[in-house]
């Protein structure tokens, strides 16, 4: 999920970028829309954090050293099967 903080910057950035001028009617009802829409947008993307990025890409890893493994083991016992 998103940290709230990046979507509220984002919309605070685009607010700044669209109005020029600080006190403009609706402003705080535009910041609210474009934060809205921030949030289903990012939803829809269904992105992960840096952090559960990095745990899958770990578990990954020692997945594919097991897998390895695991083939090497059975390439040792053929042989064996096939020297008999």
Same mark, same amino acid.
Not at 21 to 30: H, I, K, R, S, V
Not at 69 to 74: C, D, F, N, R, V
């Given at each position: 999920? =998103?940290? +709230?903080? @990046? =979507?509220? %910057? !984002?919309?605070?950035?685009?607010? +700044? @970028?669209? #109005? %020029? +001028?600080? %006190? @403009?009617?609706?402003?705080?009802?535009?910041?609210? /829309?474009? $934060?809205? =829409?921030?949030? %289903? $947008?990012?939803?829809?993307?269904? !992105? &992960?954090?840096?952090?559960?990025?990095? #745990? /899958?890409? #770990? &578990? !990954?890893?020692? $997945?594919?050293?097991? &897998?390895?493994?695991?083939?090497?083991?059975?390439?040792? =016992?053929? /042989?064996?099967? #096939?020297?008999?």
């Amino acid at each position: 999920m =998103i940290n +709230q903080k @990046l =979507i509220e %910057g !984002l919309s605070e950035q685009f607010s +700044q @970028l669209m #109005a %020029g +001028q600080t %006190g @403009l009617p609706g402003e705080d009802a535009m910041k609210d /829309q474009i $934060t809205a =829409i921030l949030h %289903g $947008t990012f939803n829809r993307l269904d !992105l &992960v954090t840096r952090d559960e990025f990095d #745990a /899958q890409k #770990a &578990v !990954l890893q020692r $997945t594919r050293e097991k &897998v390895e493994a695991l083939e090497k083991q059975l390439a040792e =016992i053929e /042989q064996q099967l #096939a020297d008999k």
